[in-house]
């Protein structure tokens, strides 16, 4: 399969880097670094081993990069209007469309502005950072979930997972609805936590421990109000653990905000807030981490 990167960043860079490096055909669409990538190719510092990409296939439009199979889409949620207009260029009947970011209701935004695109989420358990051009450093974990949204060409799901294995990748499919709202159970709590806080996930957990663990089962509750299936309180517990044992983490939420960056609030925050209310479930300690960052900038 054909494959492009939109979002060449901290997670696009690490998973197309690694479908690139297993020999698999991919574009990259890059931004500010892409002159440095054109001459100095794409590195990649992982805790499961560096490589390096000499010859990237490296673009500054979607307009100049070839129609494809799979496009992985790594940028920020809060890029998104950006999105509707780089993505045409790269679809043709059968695309499939992976959103690689973080928050709920991407892909019904995404098939409402561009109706028939085929659309599933890409949920990323990954520690990894971009410093500086072309460098990608991956520092723990990895692994990725698909979701399918709306795909009705289930084998392409499973093509993209395979490819995914086959280089290095921890890659499973599971219920759409389960994988976003599993993300959230993460994300909701260390993010926001982490600016509001202005702490690292090691100083979160030893400050903020009980409140944290507290958000992330508001999450499960209001994921099971809203229908999901599969997800209770023992996966707060296996989140906690596993938070426990990263390095010191700063979110990339946090990155957004010293960097003076929008933070992704709406996808993150308000987006699934407004879905519990929809169904008569208050997440009244989200609601108050939203609020703080709408008060620090966002």
């Not at 409402?112 to 971009?130: D, E, N, T």
């Not at 086959?166 to 219920?175: L, N, P, R, T, Y």
């Not at 700063?250 to 308000?270: A, F, G, K, N, V």
């Given at each position: 399969?054909?494959?492009?990167?939109?979002?060449?960043?901290?997670?696009?860079?690490?998973?197309?880097?690694?479908l690139a490096n297993?020999?698999?055909?991919?574009?990259?669409?890059?931004?500010?670094?892409?002159?440095?990538?054109?001459?100095?190719?794409?590195?990649?510092?992982?805790c499961n081993g560096?490589?390096?990409?000499?010859?990237?296939?490296?673009?500054?439009?979607?307009?100049?990069?070839?129609?494809?199979?799979?496009?992985?889409?790594?940028?920020?949620?809060?890029?998104?209007?950006?999105?509707?207009?780089?993505?045409?260029?790269?679809?043709?009947?059968?695309?499939?469309?992976?959103?690689?970011?973080?928050?709920?209701?991407?892909?019904?935004?995404?098939?409402?502005?561009?109706?028939?695109?085929?659309?599933?989420?890409?949920?990323?358990?990954?520690?990894?950072?971009?410093?500086?051009p072309g460098v990608?450093?991956?520092?723990?974990?990895?692994?990725?979930?698909?979701?399918?949204?709306?795909?009705?060409?289930?084998?392409?799901?499973?093509?993209?997972?395979?490819?995914?294995?086959?280089?290095?990748?921890?890659?499973?499919?599971?219920?759409?609805?389960?994988?976003?709202?599993?993300?959230?159970?993460?994300?909701?709590?260390?993010?926001?936590?982490?600016?509001?806080?202005?702490?690292?996930?090691?100083?979160?957990?030893?400050?903020?421990?009980?409140?944290?663990?507290?958000?992330?089962?508001?999450?499960?509750?209001?994921?099971?109000?809203?229908?999901?299936?599969?997800?209770?309180?023992?996966?707060?517990?296996?989140?906690?653990?596993?938070?426990?044992?990263?390095?010191?983490?700063?979110?990339?939420?946090?990155?957004?905000?010293?960097?003076?960056?929008?933070?992704?609030?709406?996808?993150?925050?308000?987006?699934?807030?407004?879905?519990?209310?929809?169904?008569?479930?208050?997440?009244?300690?989200?609601?108050?981490?939203?609020?703080?960052?709408?008060?620090?900038?966002?």
């Open positions: 399969m054909i494959y492009s990167v939109i979002g060449t960043g901290a997670v696009g860079g690490y998973y197309g880097g690694r297993a020999g698999k055909e991919v574009h990259f669409l890059f931004h500010s670094d892409y002159q440095y990538v054109c001459e100095h190719g794409l590195q990649v510092n992982s560096d490589f390096h990409i000499a010859n990237v296939n490296a673009y500054n439009d979607t307009v100049r990069m070839p129609k494809s199979d799979v496009v992985l889409v790594a940028l920020k949620s809060v890029n998104e209007a950006l999105l509707y207009k780089l993505l045409p260029p790269l679809l043709h009947p059968d695309t499939l469309v992976l959103l690689i970011q973080n928050g709920i209701g991407l892909e019904q935004d995404l098939v409402q502005a561009l109706p028939g695109v085929a659309a599933a989420a890409g949920l990323a358990f990954i520690c990894s950072s971009k410093t500086k990608v450093d991956h520092q723990c974990y990895g692994s990725i979930n698909i979701g399918n949204y709306n795909c009705k060409n289930p084998q392409i799901i499973s093509q993209l997972i395979d490819d995914l294995q086959q280089s290095g990748v921890d890659a499973h499919e599971v219920e759409y609805h389960e994988a976003r709202w599993r993300k959230a159970v993460w994300n909701m709590p260390f993010n926001g936590m982490s600016v509001v806080k202005k702490a690292n996930t090691q100083e979160l957990l030893a400050l903020y421990g009980s409140l944290i663990y507290d958000q992330m089962r508001e999450v499960i509750d209001a994921a099971n109000a809203l229908g999901v299936k599969n997800l209770d309180y023992t996966f707060a517990d296996k989140m906690m653990e596993m938070t426990r044992a990263m390095v010191p983490y700063l979110p990339s939420m946090r990155l957004d905000y010293d960097h003076h960056r929008p933070m992704e609030i709406y996808y993150l925050y308000t987006r699934p807030i407004e879905e519990a209310r929809k169904v008569g479930f208050e997440m009244r300690l989200c609601a108050e981490v939203e609020a703080r960052l709408r008060e620090l900038g966002g």
